[in-house]
């Protein structure tokens, strides 16, 4: 087709670190494309404001969630390493992830520390139609988390 299209949409989902928030975060995103020449609007353009600038971009902003991390040498990050190696299982320990949950909201209100412990095949094409989780990865999620639940309710 010769058609050109009256306009693009895009998603754009921020991962937010330690230090950040939602809201701090959405004008300094705002204001890096007006540096780059775009009128920044909320409410759907009329035909006045598309002859007035020649570069307009509409964002809708979600809700979004503040960061949550747990440090790797907390007692507990440390407990739970060790029960996962005496259970047969070589813990792979990261500082953050590439996806989000809302880890804030067991953490903020008494400063609770939480654990994220993904058990899916790398591979697993999260969120596609093609989402899978290998049958093994499932068994050794079951035995990991059997494990951290007896082992650290002893504690």
Known sequence: ANVIPTHARASIDFRMVPDQTPDSIKPLVER??????YK???????????????KLLRVEWG??????RTPLDLPLSREAGAIMTAAGHDPVRLPTLGGSIPMYLFQQP???????????????????????????????????FAA???GLATK
């Open 40 to 54: 920044v609007i909320i409410d759907p353009p009329d035909t006045a404001l598309r002859l007035r600038f020649s």
């Open 148 to 150: 951290l639940f007896t």
């Open 110 to 144: 008494k400063g609770t520390p939480v654990i994220g412990l993904p058990i899916v095949n790398h591979d697993n094409n999260q969120h596609a139609a093609d989402e899978n989780l290998r049958l093994q990865n499932l068994w050794d999620g079951i035995e990991i």
């Open 63 to 68: 809700t979004g969630y503040p960061p949550g």
């Open 32 to 37: 890096h494309f007006e540096a780059r020449g």
